[in-house]
Structure formats: C-alpha cells, structure tokens
C-alpha cells in the first residue's frame, strides 16, 4: 500500500498499480474509490492507511503503475521543498537522479515540476494565523451573546 497525496493535499492510496482518492473519512476507517471515475474499484483503510479494512473491488480497467510513480515523485519534491532551503532546481535534479521512473514515464514538464515545488513554498505560511484568529472571534461572540 502506497500513501500518496494530491495536489490538493487529499489523502491518496496506490496499491497493485491503480490509485485511489478519498471519498469519505469517518473516524474508523477512510474510503477509497478508484481514481478512474468510471470504474466502480473501492477499498476501505484504517484512518492512518496501513492496514485494509476492506480490501479493493474489482476494476474495470488496467493498472498504471506509471502514474503512481509520477505522484509518488511529485510528492517527494514537495516533501523536500518544504524541509530544505535548497534552489529548486537542485530538488528536481537530484530527486530526478534517485527516482525509478523511466524515460518513458509520463513525467510533467520541467516547469510544471517547478512550479510545484514554488506553490508547496508559498502556501504555508498564511494557514496558521487563519487557525488562530477564528477560535478568539467564536468566544468573543459568545460573551456578548451572553
Ligand atoms: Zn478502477
């Protein structure tokens, strides 16, 4: 079982070459469907994705096992984008070096690559004061209210 992410952030899951994206997390377990919104393919993980609670359906079409690779690269540059300082460029070479894809993989363009780590730069910054101011806002209505 493979942990992924979207571009969104979303968890996502690659198992046997096919992918799945959440469709539902309650507290027990998380829901998958197959990414290929034709096919009917779902399975259900624990909430932290190491163990199937259900395991996948059947799918009505091929793997691709190209694509998780692309994800899961994708992933990787975004993960080291945030923990290092290093040029962007100096992430996807070296991160290009070390990875399994072929040339034949359906990798994105050079620039779409680094824009995905520039993005993953840029966004977490304004998240946190988000989360900090709404809580004060809540209970400051409530006195009044009150
Ligand atoms: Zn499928």
């Known amino acids: ?9 979303e968890p996502m899951l690659g198992y046997e070459g096919y992918i799945y994206t959440k469709e539902r997390k309650t507290e027990e377990k998380i829901i998958f469907r197959c990414q290929n919104r034709l ?33 899961e690269f994708k992933n990787k540059i975004k993960a080291r984008a945030v923990i290092s300082n290093e040029p962007t460029s100096t992430i996807l070479f ?9 040339a034949a993989a359906p990798l994105p ?6 824009r995905t ?20 806002k809540k209970i400051e209505d409530t006195t009044k209210r009150l």
């Open 109 to 114: 363009t050079m620039a779409t690559l680094q």
């Open 1 to 9: 079982m493979q942990r992924l992410e979207s571009e969104k952030g």
């Open 39 to 71: 096919c009917k393919g779902r399975c259900h993980t624990d909430p932290s994705m190491t163990i199937f609670i259900k395991r996948p359906t059947a799918h009505c079409h091929g793997p691709s096992i190209d694509q998780i690779l692309v994800i």
């Open 94 to 102: 070296s991160e290009l070096k070390s990875c399994s894809l072929d």
């Open 117 to 136: 780590i520039r993005r993953q730069r840029e966004a977490p910054t304004s998240i946190p004061d988000e989360l900090k101011k709404q809580p004060i």
